[in-house]
């Protein structure tokens, strides 16, 4: 990774943080919650922090500018799927501090990092899975809290690949989430 792979990745995540202090649900937020998730999908979307909560409204608002009704590409799906994509964090109960080291260890040393995550999934506790085996592992986490309540297997895939590289020959919903999702 270079200089500005690391500023630009700083940047985006450190903006992430704005929403501790504007993470207030509006009723227009809430209504377009009750439109896209059932009530099994709304209690795990309310079982993350409001920072969590306002950055998946925002991926899914953009998703919706993005593509709008005109694509081949199953809006309702990709709604759900945004506002579900990082429910594995609801897992890890992350504080501010913890999220800032968490992301500043991930940027600028991910060997060690991903070193600890690990060590973190071994120990199955403690502070280095919370922070950062769940930091890694979210998505896997969050694609099997779906699959426990019975969503279908193409949202979990999405949830499951979220933060995978991009390959050429991957599902179009896929690189629009990725590309929603890292703007937001
Ligand atoms: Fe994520």
């Not at 999934?121 to 890694?136: E, F, M, N, P």
């Not at 426990?148 to 979220?162: C, K, N, P, R, T």
């Amino acid at each position: 990774m270079n200089n500005k792979d690391i500023q630009t990745n700083l940047f985006r995540y450190i903006s992430k943080l704005r929403y501790l202090y504007d993470n207030k649900l509006s009723d227009k937020d809430i209504v377009f919650l009750r439109e896209n998730l059932n009530k099994q999908e709304q209690i795990l979307f309310y079982s993350m922090t409001a920072l969590d909560q306002r950055h998946s409204l925002a991926v899914a608002y953009a998703l919706q500018e993005m593509i709008g009704r005109k694509t081949k590409l199953n809006l309702d799906k990709l709604l759900k799927v945004a506002l579900l994509h990082d429910v594995g964090k609801a897992r890890a109960k992350l504080r501010v501090p913890d999220r800032i080291f968490q992301v500043l260890l991930f940027v600028l040393c991910k060997p060690l990092a991903n070193y600890l995550a690990n060590k973190g999934a071994l120990y199955q506790t403690g502070y280095w899975r919370r922070i950062l085996y769940i930091y890694k592992y979210h998505p896997q986490v969050g694609a099997n809290l779906l699959k426990d309540i019975g969503l279908s297997a193409g949202i979990i895939y999405l949830v499951e690949h979220h933060h995978d590289a991009f390959q050429p020959e991957e599902a179009k919903e896929l690189t629009v989430l990725r590309e929603a999702d890292r703007l937001n």
